[in-house]
């Protein structure tokens, strides 16, 4: 996107040299982090050695959470950024920085690989980055997780930024520490009451993201799905299709718009293949919360080198464990309420969605669901 453009509609553009965004899938990362690459943006009020947006994120990133330089957050983050989490929210940069500190102790082999970026926005009017990262590493010293185990895993993260001129000044960060927690070996039951008690003991009786905004009276679901959030065709679409499927239930809607040997990359490390097994996937999730709402935060996309377009979603379900589903390890239904904040990069090419990459955190909603019981609990005495 050249500095002239206020659309903030944020697609890559063509390799015309200087104002050419690169994309992370056919690129190593010497050549998104380059020393000697002329500026594709316009980065005004940015660190010189920052040519785009998608540098920005992948460079400062690798630097924070691979070489440990985690005093870069000072110069990369706001004082007062917001920090959303799936089980809480940070208020200022100190503690982002504590946060990271703590996060890395127990993983001293922990390392990030930049999957892609979607973003949009510019350096007047500020930008938006979706930067899915896929994590590895040993769980080899004492740390949050416990004693170690010595044990390998890998996961996914994405996570959603706000940034103007070099400073992030709000994220959202979706972790599936569910899946490190089964590699581990570790009881996720256990571990996730004892963050819930931790949470009890400081007062919260719930986990708030948001508000469910299912079915006022007897209303049923809307007709038509809100496209206001949308840039371009592509994004109104991936939001009319989430709306079919999610609010009002229409699952066949993904044998309609996912290509018949589609992939679907998901939490828990799950890979999946083919309408069957996706459309199975979703209904499972709202299995297991029947009554959840379904509300999209943010939507992005970029054309994609690899043809078609990626798109960005974030996205919060509020609802309650009534059912059985996919989310197993929260057993039988509990009826407590549980709010699930995940995000989704969809690849469209030819009119279909031949990729899709979800990330939610499992062991959050089980968090919820003991925080609850514990509140239950408080309530009878």
Request: proline share 4%; hydrophobic share 35%; aromatic share 8%.
């Amino acid at each position: 996107m050249s500095a002239n453009d206020s659309t903030g509609k944020g697609k890559a553009m063509p390799a015309t040299g200087k104002e050419e965004v690169l994309q992370v899938e056919r690129h190593d990362y010497v050549d998104l982090a380059p020393t000697d690459r002329p500026r594709g943006q316009s980065m005004e009020g940015f660190d010189d050695i920052y040519t785009d947006i998608v540098d920005y994120i992948i460079r400062c990133t690798h630097k924070i959470w691979d070489e440990r330089d985690i005093g870069l957050i000072y110069t990369h983050y706001t004082h007062n950024c917001v920090l959303y989490g799936t089980t809480g929210t940070i208020y200022n940069r100190e503690d982002i920085v504590r946060d990271t500190i703590q996060r890395l102790v127990s993983f001293p082999e922990r390392r990030g690989m930049g999957t892609h970026v979607i973003w949009n926005g510019n350096d007047k009017e500020g930008f938006f980055t979706s930067h899915l990262v896929t994590g590895s590493g040993r769980h080899t010293q004492y740390g949050h997780f416990g004693p170690p185990t010595g044990k390998p895993f890998v996961s996914r993260t994405i996570a959603d930024c706000m940034i103007f001129q070099n400073k992030i000044y709000r994220e959202w960060v979706v972790a599936d520490n569910m899946a490190i927690i089964q590699q581990l070996g570790l009881d996720p039951h256990a571990f996730a009451m004892r963050t819930a008690k931790a949470k009890f003991d400081a007062g919260l009786l719930s986990l708030d993201i948001g508000e469910n905004r299912r079915f006022v009276g007897q209303t049923p679901p809307a007709e038509k799905a809100d496209t206001s959030l949308a840039h371009n065709d592509v994004e109104a679409q991936t939001i009319e299709m989430l709306h079919e499927i999610f609010t009002k239930r229409m699952f066949g809607r993904i044998a309609q718009d996912y290509a018949p040997n589609a992939q679907y990359h998901g939490p828990l490390m799950k890979e999946l293949y083919g309408h069957a097994a996706i459309i199975h996937q979703h209904l499972g999730l709202i299995g297991s919360l029947p009554d959840a709402s379904y509300e999209i935060q943010h939507v992005a996309s970029n054309q994609c080198d690899e043809g078609g377009t990626k798109v960005a979603v974030r996205w919060v379900m509020e609802g309650h464990h009534l059912g059985y589903g996919i989310l197993g390890t929260l057993g039988d239904p509990t009826g407590k309420r549980v709010q699930v904040m995940g995000m989704s990069h969809y690849h469209w090419k030819n009119g279909k969605i031949v990729d899709e990459w979800t990330v939610y955190d499992e062991l959050s909603l089980l968090t919820q669901v003991k925080l609850g019981q514990l509140a239950d609990g408080a309530e009878t005495e």
